[in-house]
Structure formats: C-alpha cells, structure tokens
C-alpha cells in the first residue's frame, strides 16, 4: 500500500533537521572553544583572588575545633582528606592533555591550587579533633601516596563532563556535611556534631567547589555549542561509567567512607541522580538523562564541502536556545572583563555564532 500524503509529511518533518548544519570549520570551533576557556579563566582569577581568598591555617579557628566528634563524623573527615590529597595527580595527569590549551591548562594550575587549599583544610579538620594522633595521620597520607591517581579518561572534552559532575558532586558532599554541623541532621549518629568551625568550613570549601562546577559547566556548553554530537557522546559515556575519584585509587578505608556518608544522607545514588547528575543536566539545558541517551542513537553527522563532519540533526530532550543564550552570555561576561583591563581594544573575544538565525 502506497503511503498517503500526510504519512509522506509527517515522515519528511520527522527528518528535518531541529538544528541547522554548524557553519563554522573545526578550526574556527577550536579557536572560539580556546579563546572562550581563556576569557573565562581571566574572569575566573580575577573573581576568586578578590571573593575566595581564603587561608586554610588562618581563616578558621582550629583551636576551638570540637574534640568529642562521633566514630562517623571523623571517618567523613579522613575520607574526604584521603580524596582531596590526592592533588598532585589530578593536577599532573590532566595537565598533560590539556597543556597547548592557554585556557584550560592554566585554569587547571590555578584550580590545583584550590585543591591543595582543601587537602590542608580537611588535614587540619582531621588533625584538630584529636582523635587521629599527628604520626597516624602521616603515615596515612604515607599509605595514600603510595597510589595514584590516572585519569579516568584521556580526552580533554570528557574530562570536561567528569568534572563537571565530579564537582558538583563534591559540593553537595560538603554542603551535606555544613548542615549536620549546624545540628540540621535528623540521623541520631551525628546528635553531638554539631560545631561552627567544622560548619564553616564545610560552607567554605562548598563554595570553592560551586566556582569549580560552574567553570566547568561553562566549558562543557562551549563544547556543546560548538560540537554537539561529540559532546553529547562524551558526556553520555561520562555519565554512564561515571565514579568518584576515590574509588580510582586504593583508599584503605574508602568503603566504610563510602558506607558513612550514605548512611548519613550526605552522598548515596539518591543524592547523585537528583542532586548532582539531574541539576547538571539542567544547567546544561537537557530534559533528562533518559531523553539523552534515546536521544543519541538520533544524531547524524554528515561530510561538508570541506569533508568536515557536522551535525545534521540534533533530538529533542535538549533545550538548544538555551545552550546558545548562555554561550552568549557567557562572552558578555568575557566582554565586560575585557572592557575593564582593556583587552577590548588590542584584542577582543568575540562571540562567532556556529548556527544562522532562526
Ligand atoms: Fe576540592
Ligand atoms: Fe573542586
């Protein structure tokens, strides 16, 4: 039986691309995606040197640090040191592959250095409640090193999505911890943890890694604006073989870690689907992690002229405007910086849009 007209309609709207082919090279996408990470990380250091200087020694009052905390509360406080003092390797590994990249290596430095500021904090945490003698700690973090950490995975544009959920996750680890410190904790393991000093630098410590997800974030959408089909296929994988960075290197007590903080409601799937992979995809501009992987098996890349391979068709389940309207604002925030030391006139970043106007 012959199709009738609104079956052939129907089936015609159905493979009409939702987005137009990209109509930039891979060169000019390269050189947008760099000089985006290079913006945002002038922005970047600007913002945190005068909002998020904050000393790990001096800042906090280790001397009026709680000495009574519970079993639970210190195993949390070793795990979490355990996970930030692996900083060398996170900084080392991912600077390898990212190094020609002005942007994204030395944000990356600059990050480190964030990190290296948590490490001591939790060290100091640890080390102040008294309860894990200055020897044991040593030979600890002794016992830490003697593994290390890699990278789960090689390629800068995945590293990008780990990181984003790798940090958003940490953050809602550590905002979880603030609120048993403030005594907000319903679970009858924590009744006696509560302390301002801890809570502080919870709080504190959060906040570094909210700046983290969000720069992060920023970077994951230039790569989705500019190379949707890759970056959706990253991020799926991510997604999909995603574990934190404790669980890539030998932890001796990392289980019991791992048990604690479930326990204690601060990270377990629950809190990782909702809190961190379903607010990620959000800010990213997707329905749902379900939408995303139907939706992939959906994309076509097609040769241009040039033999480029450019995206034909994109699903629905991503909110596309949406990428773009922040892409642009991202540069808008670039822009203003730039307006501020004058780069604008000697040598401006500009937004280049990789798709025509609809
Ligand atoms: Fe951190
Ligand atoms: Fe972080």
Redesign the pocket.
């Known amino acids: 039986m012959e199709p009738n007209e609104d079956e052939i309609i129907r089936k015609i709207e159905e493979d009409r691309p939702k987005i137009p082919a990209g109509l930039l090279t891979r060169e000019e996408k390269d050189r947008l995606i760099e000089r985006g990470m290079l913006g945002l990380y002038r922005w970047y250091v600007a913002r945190s040197q005068e909002h998020r200087n904050w000393n790990p020694d001096k800042d906090f009052d280790w001397k009026s640090f709680r000495k009574d905390h519970s079993p639970e509360m210190i195993q949390i406080l070793k795990g979490f040191f355990a ?2 003092q692996y ?1 060398p390797d996170y900084v080392t590994s991912l600077l390898h592959v990212i190094r020609t990249s002005h942007g994204r290596s030395h944000f990356h430095i600059r990050w480190g250095s ?2 290296e500021r ?2 001591d904090l939790w060290y100091n945490a640890t080390l102040f409640s008294g309860q894990v003698k200055p020897n044991d700690l040593k030979d600890y973090m002794g016992a830490l090193r003697q593994d290390q950490w890699t990278l789960p995975w090689q390629d800068p544009m995945y590293m990008i999505f780990y990181t984003v959920f790798q ?1 958003r996750a ?1 953050q809602v680890n ?1 905002l979880n911890t603030a609120l048993i410190a403030k005594g907000l904790s319903n679970k009858p393991q924590f009744a006696n943890d509560t302390d301002p000093v801890l809570a502080k630098a919870a709080q504190v ?1 959060a906040v ?2 909210a700046a ?1 997800y969000n720069f992060f974030l920023e970077g994951a959408r230039l790569y989705l604006y500019y190379y949707p089909a890759q970056a959706i296929e990253a991020m799926v994988d991510v997604l999909q073989n995603f574990a934190m960075p404790g669980a890539r290197v030998h932890i001796p007590d990392y289980p019991k870690f791992e048990e604690t903080v479930y326990k204690a409601a601060i990270y377990g799937p629950r809190e990782h689907a909702r809190d961190v992979v379903q607010h990620a995809l959000d800010n990213l501009g997707f329905a749902n992690r379900k939408a995303i992987e139907n939706g992939i098996k959906r994309i076509r890349q097609v040769p241009d002229e040039n033999g480029n391979f450019v995206d034909s068709q994109i699903f629905e389940g991503i909110d596309y405007p949406s990428i773009e309207q922040k892409v642009r604002q991202l540069f808008g925030r670039i822009k203003r910086h730039e307006d501020e030391v004058g780069f604008t006139q000697v040598d401006p970043t500009e937004f280049v849009p990789n798709y025509p106007e609809r």
């Open positions: 996970v930030e900083v964030e990190e948590h490490a940090e940490t550590y410590i570094d890694e983290h």
